[in-house]
Nanobody, 123 residues
Framework: QVQLVESGGRLVQAGGSLRLSCEASALTVGRKVMAWFRQAPRNERELVAV???????NYGDSVKDRFTISRDNAKNTVYLQMNSLKPEDTAVYFC?????????????????WGQGTQVTVSS
């Protein structure tokens, strides 16, 4: 059974950095489209970052130049490095796995999701 487990979320001060991890089981992250989404209170789920099997990356406008998605194929783990954090980055962050790069912006492209990890950025 496919399982994605996020970790690393915590309370951090504005301007600080945090790295989230997504450990995968029963799938190979190097052969999938892997994405990070987030959902803040009163907001809809939002695409944060996505990486293709070839290593191509896309980012949401709100995090571009601050966040970096990467993967370690040997560890079968995807990461989200978050720098210059802002209070508006506060959300539950979800890892997701899909198949289509063309459809990377659509939640329906991702049949597998993690449970989420809470990131709270204080001002």
């Amino acid at each position: 059974q496919v399982q994605l487990v996020e970790s690393g979320g915590r309370l951090v001060q504005a301007g600080g950095s945090l790295r989230l991890s997504c450990e995968a089981s029963a799938l190979t992250v190097g052969r999938k489209v892997m994405a990070w989404f987030r959902q803040a209170p009163r907001n809809e789920r939002e695409l944060v970052a996505v990486i293709s099997s070839d290593g191509i990356t896309n980012y949401g406008d709100s995090v571009k130049d601050r966040f970096t998605i990467s993967r370690d194929n040997a560890k079968n783990t995807v990461y989200l490095q978050m720098n210059s954090l802002k209070p508006e980055d506060t959300a539950v962050y979800f890892c997701a796995a899909g198949s289509s790069w063309i459809l990377r912006g659509y939640q329906a492209n991702y049949p597998s999701w993690g449970q989420g990890t809470q990131v709270t950025v204080s001002s």
